[in-house]
């Protein structure tokens, strides 16, 4: 017997659930093929097929297959007491035909041939029919009668299983037979005729009050429990005793199940079997199903109520579960979980879907969306925008109801519509929002709301999103309307910010609306790409910052203007990179007065930046700046300036630059200057700067020179550019690189570089002291090789040397090469530049 048993067990395991799942659903399309076609048509024939060998392979290891027809599923006790997973609703919509045919249990034996199976399905569509017809009472139950003339010995109906019943269940079932007579108005296998509401009423009162009695009866006798049970008869009818009996006979006890449990299932049943028939019939409305479930809920409270001496609370523990909102809503749920299909669609097309429990609608729109196929995902969609515009209801329970279960299908949108959420949506929402009067939805409204913007965010719909907000900042400015100004801030919340900043840079076009969006809070975008400008590789967003500012235009750039008169450096340096980019007659325009008030560096980077190849437009214009303010420049930054004013050919700086030549500037004296302004006089061949020239190269104050050798050789080579002397063919060769220069340096070269054929040692002082090697070197500046690493604008100061000579330099590093660094010399002594220019002209090619 053991041994028995062990095997049974052991075979329970080979057999999974999803292989009887299988069998079940192919049993059901052999019903369905029976019901619409011909008996030996086709279809008919390969379900049959089908259908045979998946049951006869479960069937054969299990040493047969029992089966429990309950509401809403089938139960496989061999393979546990919970439902079988169906999660495409397919065996409920099988234990529905069963149960309408008056199939509460199937019992497979270990052996049974196709032929029985096909007749178990024929009877079972004329049970169907039967089903229609008012019930006849007979000596033998139905079932097993037609089974029986038909030869089928291998498959069970409705057949009593050897189960454990509790005691006091047995004696409770043996009273009612007692009271109530030993037949029925119906036999077992009958289905069951659905009661009037107030036949119901009666059994669920005769069953509240039979709870009491039966809680008691585990600390009293069986007489005493007896009597007790017979005493709460005696006040019902013998019909209702009896409707509670014919119910018991449908939904029996399982396998030692215990009175509480098995009394709260009952009564579950008894009214999900009410519910569903008047449902179906359209007796009753969507909307007041819950109105009818709390009604009957509330008889089984009030009849459950019981203060006898055994008693530890008020109510029987029936009258208690019923009492507590969560389980009345989990049944709720329940009862819309297992509605059919068809019945469901239909509440969910119309008007009345917000009485759906969000569960419930979500487990229908996860099971169309996941369809794959376009028509059960565009029910979906059909679906979701109905329900969304049960919004305007003016019911406030509705409202709130809704607007609650969006939040909780957000997810389903999502899958829905991958691409772009409709403007309907949205739009529905923002308008309930506006009208709201209670705050609770209100707030479900806003949350909702909140997610769409995320959604329309992170999936790059900025159209969506844009018409979100607009939608927001329509409403009226007022202390009522308080709470959509506070979402529209919230939408545009820090996270969402950064990625919408984040789109508008990106290596893509630019689309139109992310402009729209962002000039909606200049300041905070001012912010943000001035953080960004501070990482390392932020020089290649530059051009992406430039051309989001430009598209924006004049709101963020005044602003960005306003900037550069500020205290912050780390906001006026990025003020200047981007006025630089995207607009830099503005900066130009802004430089006389900010520019005496910047430090030396600030005053570099604006220099640099107005001097990038890129800006070759403007270089008259900022040459013509340049000269306005160059008194007002530090002395490091005012070379580069004057050299920019040499290159754009600026001749209404001539006068000025001859002063500074002559040294007679009442500021601008030193030599490093002097030379620049010679250099820029050469440069613009400037005929009426000859005769200063020639006196700064020869001038004598008794047998030596008047100027240092530096300045005089300059001079030199300025005259020979404006004579166009023999001699000027290597002074050209030094500046000629000014015409070569292009967009991937920060400043343009003005002076050609010289290879050197063995490296020059330098010695780096400064924060990044260190050892470094010259590769390339010209009257401006060099490439230097440094296992330092240096920054773009870093000031240092350089000794290099050539031979036992030492030259001197201050330098700022221009750019960074995957090798080294560029470095422009921004000052240096006379007798320096002098080595210098001898140095370049040794190694120039003439």
Do not use: C
């Amino acid at each position: 017997m053991n041994g028995a048993v062990r095997q049974g067990q052991q075979a329970s395991l080979d057999v999974k659930a999803s292989d009887v799942n299988r069998a079940l659903r192919e049993l059901h399309v052999l019903l369905r093929a029976q019901r619409l076609y011909e008996k030996n048509h086709p279809r008919v024939l390969e379900s049959l097929e089908a259908s045979y060998e998946l049951l006869r392979g479960i069937a054969a290891p299990l040493n047969g297959l029992e089966l429990r027809v309950e509401r809403g599923g089938v139960v496989a006790p061999k393979l546990g007491e919970a439902h079988l997973t169906d999660a495409r609703g397919e065996l409920q919509a099988l234990a529905a035909d069963l149960q309408r045919s008056g199939i509460h249990s199937l019992i497979f034996g270990r052996k049974f041939h196709v032929g029985e199976l096909d007749t178990l399905s024929q009877l079972a569509k004329a049970a169907l029919l039967r089903s229609e017809e008012p019930a006849k009472h007979g000596s033998m139950p139905w079932w097993p009668a037609r089974l029986l003339e038909s030869g089928v010995e291998g498959i069970q109906v409705n057949a009593s299983t050897d189960r454990k019943v509790d005691t006091v269940l047995a004696s409770l079932m043996a009273a009612l037979v007692a009271y109530g007579g030993n037949s029925p108005p119906e036999s077992s296998d009958t289905p069951i005729q659905v009661p009037e509401i107030d036949d119901l009423v009666a059994a669920l009162r005769l069953l509240a009050r039979l709870t009491p009695p039966l809680e008691v009866a585990r600390g009293i006798s069986p007489e005493e429990a007896a009597r007790a049970i017979h005493g709460a008869m005696e006040e019902a009818t013998r019909e209702t005793v009896r409707m509670l009996l014919s119910a018991m006979a449908v939904y029996a006890p399982r396998d030692s199940e215990r009175p509480q449990p098995y009394l709260l299932r009952l009564s579950e049943s008894l009214i999900f079997e009410f519910l569903s028939a008047e449902f179906s019939a359209g007796t009753l409305t969507p909307i007041k199903v819950r109105p009818t479930f709390n009604r009957l809920g509330d008889v089984l409270v009030t009849a459950g109520g019981y203060s006898g001496p055994h008693a530890s609370q008020h109510l029987s523990s029936l009258a208690t579960a019923w009492a507590m909102e969560t389980v009345r809503e989990q049944l709720l749920e329940k009862f819309w979980l297992e509605l059919a299909p068809r019945e469901k669609s239909q509440v969910l097309r119309g008007p009345e879907v917000w009485t759906v429990p969000v569960i419930a609608l979500r487990q229908t729109l996860g099971q169309l969306a996941e369809a794959g196929a376009d028509a059960p995902r565009r029910e979906a969609r059909n679906i979701l925008l109905n329900y969304a515009r049960r919004l305007e209801i003016t019911d406030p329970a509705a409202r709130r109801a809704v607007a609650a279960g969006l939040n909780e299908v957000t997810a389903i949108i999502e899958s829905l519509w991958p691409n772009q959420v409709p403007e309907d949506l949205s739009r529905g929402a923002m308008n309930a929002l506006e009208k709201e009067t209670i705050p609770e939805t209100g707030a479900l409204l806003a949350a909702f709301l909140e997610t769409l913007g995320r959604i329309a965010v992170s999936r790059a719909d900025y159209a969506g999103f844009e018409n979100i907000l607009t939608g927001l900042e329509r409403a009226p400015r007022d202390v009522e309307h308080d709470h959509l100004a506070a979402l529209t801030q919230r939408l545009v919340a820090q996270d969402r910010w950064l990625m919408l900043v984040d789109a508008a840079l990106a290596n893509r076009a630019l689309d139109p609306v992310l402009p729209r969006l962002l000039q909606r809070d200049p300041e905070r975008l001012l912010d943000r790409l001035t953080l960004l400008l501070t990482e390392p590789r932020s020089a290649e967003q530059i051009p992406a910052m430039a051309r989001l500012l430009r598209t924006i235009g004049v709101p963020v750039l005044n602003l960005l203007e306003t900037r550069l008169y500020e205290a912050r450096r780390q906001r006026v340096s990025a003020a200047i990179k981007l006025l630089a980019a995207a607009d830099t007659d503005r900066l130009l325009r802004g430089l006389p007065r900010a520019l005496a008030s910047w430090e030396w560096n600030l005053q570099d980077l604006a220099v640099s930046e107005i001097a990038r190849p890129a800006n070759a437009a403007s270089a008259r214009s900022a040459a013509f700046v340049f000269s306005a303010i160059l008194a007002d420049a530090h002395p490091l930054v005012v070379p580069m300036m004057i050299d920019q004013i040499g290159l754009a050919q600026e001749t209404t700086a001539v006068a000025q630059l001859m002063e500074i030549a002559a040294g007679e500037h009442e500021i601008l004296r030193d030599l490093f200057v002097r030379i620049k302004a010679i250099e820029a006089l050469g440069r613009m061949h400037a005929d009426e700067a000859g005769e200063l020239l020639r006196q700064l190269a020869e001038g004598r104050e008794g047998l030596a020179y008047a100027e240092p050798s530096g300045l005089r050789a300059a001079a030199e080579d300025a005259l020979a550019l404006l004579e166009n002397r023999p001699s000027s063919a290597r002074v050209r060769a030094a500046f000629e690189a000014a015409a070569q220069s292009h967009a991937g340096y920060i400043v343009p070269r003005r002076y050609v570089r010289v290879p050197l054929e063995s490296p020059l040692r330098a010695q780096i002082d400064g924060a990044q002291a260190g050892l470094a090697r010259v590769k390339t070197i010209s009257l401006g500046g060099a490439y230097l090789e440094s296992p330092k690493k240096l920054s773009v604008g870093d000031s240092i100061q350089l000794e290099v040397r050539s031979g036992l000579r030492k030259i001197h330099f201050t330098a700022v590093v221009r750019n960074i090469g995957p090798e080294g660094s560029g470095v422009e010399f921004v000052h240096m002594k006379d007798e320096d530049r002098e080595k210098l220019r001898r140095l370049v002209q040794r190694h120039l090619p003439v």
